[in-house]
């Protein structure tokens, strides 16, 4: 059964910290791990990572592979108020055909204090 | 109007009543998804269905049923549901297997409450 752990649970900081979110997983024939944000709702979308090593970077926000230790970590520098959310991880794997659909961890709420 | 669309955005049923909750996606896409997302749970993935074929069946009770006319909307049908289905359930699509693209977008939600 694939497998996603997110650590931690829950994070507090101030304003203008750098934070760290993790994400571990096991699957079979694994095909990318996503990272999302929810707000209030719906998740949006934030990065697609499926090769090792590379770096995906928008704005503050980065994020990283490991497919040979199996995880990922989420960066944000410069927290704001507005980053304050709930941060999904999920992986796809490969099938013999058709969609995919996606596993969740129980994502890191992330609370970020003025 | 852009991206996923849900509706209804809040519905409240008792346990015989039967409704249906609605996707429609903006985007062009081929595949879609159900998911369910229950208080302090992960997400979970209900059905997909790629080119309006149900590719999968996440082991979901036959009280929810699915219907993917066409690309673009995909229903759950709701009956006899159980209090303990109170949940959101979101909806979301992705351009499809084969095209390299697969990052899904999620609709805003339908919020579920069975009395």
């Known amino acids: 059964e694939d497998k996603v752990v997110q650590s931690p649970l829950s994070l507090v900081v101030h304003e203008g910290d750098t934070v760290t979110l993790n994400c571990s997983y096991e699957?079979?024939?694994?095909?990318?791990l996503l990272w999302y944000k929810q707000e209030k709702k719906a998740p949006t979308f934030l990065f697609m990572l499926t090769s090792s090593g590379i770096e995906k970077k928008s704005g503050r926000l980065s994020s990283i592979l490991d497919k040979k230790e199996l995880f990922s970590i989420l960066n944000i520098t410069a927290t704001q108020t507005g980053d304050s959310a709930v941060y999904l991880c999920a992986v796809e794997a490969k099938s013999g055909g058709g969609a995919d659909g996606l596993t969740f961890g129980k994502g890191t709420h992330l609370i970020i204090q003025p | 109007e852009t991206g996923v669309t849900q509706t209804p955005r809040h519905l409240v049923m008792g346990m015989t009543n039967k409704k249906s909750l609605k996707c429609e996606q903006h985007?062009?896409?081929?595949?879609m998804y159900w998911y369910k997302q229950s208080a302090k749970k992960p997400l979970e993935l209900m059905f997909v269905y790629n080119f309006k074929e149900q590719t999968e069946n996440n082991s979901v009770p036959s009280r929810f049923s699915p219907e993917c006319p066409n690309s673009s909307h995909l229903f759950l049908h709701l009956h006899t549901l159980q209090p303990e289905d109170s949940a959101l359930y979101l909806c979301?699509?992705?351009?499809?297997?084969?095209?390299?693209?697969?990052?899904?977008?999620f609709g805003p939600g339908t919020r579920l409450t069975v009395l």
């Open positions: 985007l062009g896409h081929n595949a």
């Open positions: 979301a699509s992705s351009q499809g297997r084969g095209t390299g693209r697969d990052e899904q977008f």
């Open positions: 699957v079979t024939n694994f095909r990318s």
